[in-house]
Every structure is written in structure tokens, then in C-alpha cells.
């Protein structure tokens, strides 16, 4: 009986877990449409979805290091927590990512709308595939998905390295729109971090499933 028990308390924790990081994936997705479009009603709204992801951190650490100290699990189930207590985290940066680019677009407001020559919604959707797929790999326990996250992480760095030549040669030719063009480097980078988080937690999801710990180094598939 007490074993039935620890199970669906890790299943509750996973659940806890995956309530955050939908409340995480919100506010980035949410931060990015107040930037595009202006709309500075849901960079309030992000600040708000930031609090109750702070918050949702704080109940998965305690269930997560309660469930460590009373049932002292072994194997996979350790690896499980483990995992849980690092994901937790990369959420919760990713809810700063999304405040940071709120806040951003708020400094943002009284400036003139600019074109730019640089693909910020293409890097976004990008990353938040990145984002889904992690979280999928999660539910799912899937490694070869979270694999896939891993692959993907090249590509953000190149765009976010894009996006920094490209504005610094716009801002030297024409300081005027320098502001804007800085804001936009910063964003860019806000989003590069977030799929920096979407990859540790792919690459925890590969060590809860497999036990082998993947970071810093090639897949087995890359590496043939």
C-alpha cells in the first residue's frame, strides 16, 4: 500500500509540473504577441502568469524534496525527481524570459514602430517548438523526442548571432532607430535563453529515461 501511494504522489508531482510549464509556455507565447502587436494588456497579463509560476516552483520543490526525504527512492524514480527539481527550474526562466521581454516591449511603448531587418516571430514560433516538444518528451517520457529539442538548439544560437550583426550594422548606419534595434537584440537573446532552457529539460528528460547524462555532449545519433 504505502508504494501504491508514492506512485501517485510522483504522478501528482508530474502533473504539478506540467500545470507550470503550461502556465510558462503562455507567458513567453504572450510576451511575444504584446511585442509584435503592441498590445501592452498582456504585458500585464505576463507579470500576472509570472507570479503563479513563481509560486507553482516553490509547491514542486517542496513535493519534489518531501517525496527525497520520506521515501527515499532508488533508480528511475530518484533519476524522476531529480529531473523534476532541475525542470522546475528551467520553467521558472522561462517565465523570466517572458517578463523580461514584457518588459521590454512596455519600455517600448512611446517609441515609433519600426521595421527591422530580422525574423523575431519565425525565432519564436521556433523556440516554442522547442519548448513544446521538451514538455511533450516529459509527458510522454520520450527521449528520442527530447533529442530532437537538442538538435534544434544550433539553429536558435545562429538566428540569435544573426540577429545581433544585423542590428549592430543597422544601429552604426542609422542611430536613430538605435533604441528600437537594441531592444530587439536583447529580445532576441531573452528567447535564445529560453531555448537554452528547453534543452536542459529535454536533456533532463533523456537522463530520467535512459540514466545517461547527454549535456555537453553529442547524442548517440550524432555522434554516428
Given at each position: 500500500m504505502p508504494r501504491i501511494n508514492f506512485q501517485q504522489q510522483l504522478v501528482a508531482l508530474k502533473d504539478k509540473l506540467l500545470a507550470m510549464a503550461a502556465l510558462s509556455q503562455q507567458a513567453l507565447s504572450l510576451s511575444l504577441e504584446a511585442y509584435l502587436t503592441g498590445d501592452l494588456s498582456l504585458c500585464d497579463h505576463v507579470k500576472e502568469i509570472e507570479a503563479a509560476i513563481n509560486a507553482a516552483e516553490r509547491d514542486v520543490d517542496e513535493m519534489a524534496y518531501d517525496l527525497l526525504a520520506k521515501e527515499q527512492p532508488m533508480a528511475i524514480d530518484l533519476r524522476f525527481i531529480l529531473s523534476v527539481i532541475k525542470i522546475n527550474?528551467?520553467?521558472e526562466r522561462i517565465g523570466d524570459q517572458a517578463t523580461n521581454i514584457a518588459s521590454r516591449t512596455q519600455y517600448l511603448q512611446d517609441s515609433p514602430k519600426?521595421?527591422?531587418?530580422?525574423?523575431?516571430?519565425?525565432?519564436?514560433?521556433?523556440?516554442g517548438v522547442m519548448i513544446r516538444r521538451a514538455i511533450q518528451s516529459l509527458l510522454e517520457a520520450d527521449a528520442k523526442l527530447a533529442e530532437s529539442v537538442l538538435a534544434m538548439d544550433d539553429e536558435i544560437d545562429d538566428m540569435n548571432r544573426d540577429v545581433q550583426n544585423e542590428l549592430i550594422e543597422v544601429m552604426q548606419q542609422h542611430p536613430v532607430v538605435s533604441g528600437q534595434a537594441l531592444n530587439a537584440i536583447i529580445i532576441s537573446r531573452n528567447l535564445e535563453r529560453a531555448a537554452d532552457h528547453a534543452t536542459n529539460i529535454a536533456e533532463d528528460v533523456i537522463f530520467w529515461v535512459r540514466g545517461s547524462d547527454v549535456r555537453h555532449k553529442l547524442s548517440l545519433a550524432e555522434a554516428d
Open positions: 527550474g528551467d520553467l519600426i521595421s527591422l531587418p530580422i525574423d523575431i516571430p519565425d525565432m519564436g514560433e521556433k523556440v
